[in-house]
């Protein structure tokens, strides 16, 4: 009966950088080094995330309060002073008349480079 030699090879942390001995394929020496590698490389993910949303969030705010106010459009220079940004949308189609429409979470619009117009509510499904 023949066993194989089972070969410990050495390898260094990704985190930390120490010397690692064990499987050919470990690359962290301990549980909080894999940890704190991968709370560093998912950051960045996290923070853009956290940036987007607070964008949607900041554009449906004023979008709720053009509908509060009941008016269905407004010029561009005035939302962006409101702090709305054109460039975070959560859907995006060609409408019936060629225009561009635009929606953030439940409400649609309308836009052109200088205003947005037709800002509505989208009417839920009754499926």
């Known amino acids: 009966m023949s066993y194989k ?3 410990e090879e050495e390898g260094t942390c990704l985190e930390c950088g120490s010397v ?3 499987r050919k394929d470990k690359q962290f020496c301990s549980l909080s080094c894999k940890n704190r590698y991968h709370n560093r490389v998912l950051m960045n993910k996290r923070l853009m ?3 987007t949303m607070a964008a949607l969030t900041g554009n449906h ?3 709720e309060a053009l509908l509060h106010e009941g008016k269905t459009g407004a010029e561009m220079h005035e939302l962006l002073d409101l ?3 054109p460039g975070y949308v959560t859907e995006h189609r060609r409408g019936h008349f060629r225009h ?3 929606a953030c979470f439940d ?3 309308c836009r052109t480079e200088s205003r947005i117009f037709n800002v509505r509510r989208k009417v839920s499904d009754p499926r």
Do not use: C, M, P, Q
């Open 83 to 85: 702090g709305f940004d």
């Open 107 to 109: 409400i649609w619009y």
């Open 100 to 102: 561009d429409e635009y």
């Open 61 to 63: 705010t004023v979008l």
């Open 5 to 7: 030699l089972h070969h």
């Open 49 to 51: 995330r956290a940036k």
């Open 20 to 22: 690692i001995r064990g």
